[in-house]
């Protein structure tokens, strides 16, 4: 029996899990992570990835994926962006490079949206959801026309919260990263509409930025949004302090997930370890 409840028409509660990157040693690493999901929040009506779910896009290592959660991937559903990793890559003077082109092993696993740009379907989607519009970017390609198209359906907007998820972070904690390219695609974009939080991944820390707007720090009564990077799984790198300035927590060497809670007038964000132990908290209000 597979066993799952699809989503109210009208705003309601809700959770949600958000994971950063598995990637590495899935289901040696990564399955205790999914169990104390299960364990924390059995009842979340969906999990959300941000990209990187395997080091390579290889049909045995989807295995490994589908076998770290179990029957946990029949109940609960999911809904995901891919990662550099997630693209096959080839090598260029002894060096690796990630085509633009996502893995063809990718869409034939899920069924996503196929309502974003042509040539992104089922990797840059949105979804409405109990009063919260979700967007999922591809940040491996089409930068430009994806903004275009966020600008687009983020104008045309009816739900009460936004959230955008995407792989790159545009404020980058990774060792010697700097993703000027996402940023300069998208941040206009986010500050425009009032977006309320982006969820991110690639650089296997965690961090979390202040509510912030046009690259400034705003107060919590006051039209910003919120940038989280976390990871799942057990590569980690050294944290990169190029924007300490703006965030409020950063950490790294520890393994992830988030249990994120929607209500009519507040988000609430719980980080936890792979070991159930609370490691960052915050809330958003309208």
């Known amino acids: 029996w597979?066993?799952?409840t699809t989503s109210k028409t009208e705003s309601q509660p809700f959770t949600f899990i958000y994971f950063g990157d598995p990637q590495n040693s899935v289901l040696e690493h990564c399955s205790r992570v999914f169990r104390q999901v299960f364990k924390k929040a059995g009842d979340a009506n969906f999990w959300l990835f941000a990209g990187d779910l395997l080091g390579e896009p290889e049909d045995s290592l989807w295995g490994d994926f589908f076998s770290a959660a179990g029957f946990v991937f029949r109940v609960t559903p999911s809904i995901l962006v891919p990662g550099n990793h997630d693209h096959p890559r080839y090598i260029v003077d002894g060096k690796h490079k990630r085509y633009k082109t996502i893995a063809p092993i990718w869409r034939p696993h899920f069924t996503l949206p196929e309502n974003?740009?042509?040539?992104?379907?089922e990797s840059s989607y949105y979804i409405d959801y109990q009063g919260v519009r979700f967007v999922m970017l591809n940040s491996q390609t089409k930068l430009e026309e994806q903004a275009v198209w966020l600008d687009e359906i983020l104008e045309d907007n009816s739900c009460r919260w936004t959230i955008i998820t995407l792989h790159h972070p545009l404020y980058s904690v990774g060792k010697k990263r700097d993703n000027k390219d996402t940023r300069e695609a998208f941040l206009n974009v986010i500050d425009k509409h009032n977006v309320d939080l982006v969820l991110q991944g690639h650089?296997?820390?965690y961090a979390r930025t202040y509510k912030l707007r046009n690259d400034k720090i705003v107060g919590d009564d006051e039209k910003g949004t919120v940038y989280i990077v976390s990871v799942s799984g057990p590569k980690a790198y050294d944290i990169?302090?190029?924007?300490g300035d703006v965030m409020?927590?950063?950490?790294?060497k520890v393994q992830l997930f988030q249990v994120i809670n929607v209500e009519e007038n507040k988000?609430?964000?719980e980080a936890?370890?792979?070991?159930g132990e609370l490691y960052d908290s915050f809330e958003l209000n309208k």
């Open 267 to 269: 988000l609430s964000i």
């Open 203 to 205: 650089d296997h820390t």
């Open 240 to 243: 990169n302090p190029i924007y």
């Open 2 to 4: 597979n066993q799952f």
């Open 248 to 252: 409020a927590k950063m950490g790294n």
């Open 272 to 275: 936890y370890t792979a070991t």
């Open 116 to 121: 974003g740009i042509p040539g992104l379907e």
